[in-house]
């Protein structure tokens, strides 16, 4: 059982744009910043979004992130085939004195 | 280029011991805090500790206190974790992962290396 709430899996068409959800509590993403990681099959997780809604450099303007209170989002516009991985949030929590990440959620383009 | 090299894994019995080497290029070793991060198979990421760039500060996450240790050496650029009394539950995939920034601007997990495997079986 993940800290943080994702749905398990999430799907869109070519051209779609699609929104994964990441939910948590005060001690986390209430009171912390959110950050986002994507994975490729059999390689090792990617930086996606820093700060809830920072983009590193190489990571295109069609991936957002959002945060509202205990919950964040992430978006991801323009689908396109090579999107297909594993998407994972991310937050420091004060009551653990640790990070936590929520379960992860597979995008599949159909 | 930043790169993040672990070694280390392999087949361990229940109960039995192993550590894990990170060897670290391409950055200032000692300017930055290092974390593991796990993955068992099939399965999401679950972060296992982290260390302060001088090795001051140490956070375990609560399925690993008290059994593992991690560790740096600066000169080395090396980053340690040493997995004792492994049980069934602990065999994942084990990435070393840098933090990058400062105060506000603080980025965890900001590159990651390709990971090294941990079975724990009899």
């Known amino acids: 059982q993940s800290v943080l709430t994702q749905p398990p899996s999430a799907s869109g068409t070519p051209g779609q744009r699609v929104t994964i959800s990441c939910s948590g509590s005060?001690?986390?993403?209430?009171?912390?910043?959110v950050y986002w990681y994507q994975q490729l099959p059999g390689t090792a997780p990617k930086l996606l979004i820093y700060t809830n809604s920072q983009r590193p450099s190489g990571v295109p303007d069609r991936i957002s992130g959002s945060k509202s209170g205990t919950s964040a989002s992430l978006a991801i516009s323009g689908l396109r085939s090579e999107d297909e991985a594993d998407f994972y949030c991310a937050a420091w929590d004060d009551s653990l004195s640790g990070w936590v990440f929520g379960g992860g959620t597979k995008l599949t383009v159909l | 280029e930043v790169q993040l090299v672990e070694s280390g894994g392999g087949l361990v019995k229940p109960g039995g011991s192993l550590r894990l080497s990170c060897a670290a290029s391409?950055?200032?070793?000692?300017?930055?805090?290092m974390n593991w991060v796990r993955q068992a198979p099939g399965k999401g990421l679950e972060w296992v500790s982290c260390?302060?760039?001088?090795?001051?500060?140490?956070h375990y996450a609560d399925s690993v206190m008290g059994r593992f240790t991690i560790s740096r050496d600066n000169a080395k650029n090396s980053l340690y974790l040493q997995m004792n009394s492994l049980r069934a539950e602990d065999t994942a995939v084990y990435y070393c992962a840098r933090d990058t920034g400062s105060g506000e601007l603080w980025i965890p997990f900001d590159y990651w290396g390709q990971g090294a495997v941990v079975t724990v079986s009899s």
């Open positions: 005060s001690s986390n993403i209430g009171g912390n910043y």
């Open positions: 391409g950055f200032t070793f000692s300017n930055c805090s």
């Open positions: 260390i302060s760039s001088s090795g001051s500060y140490i």
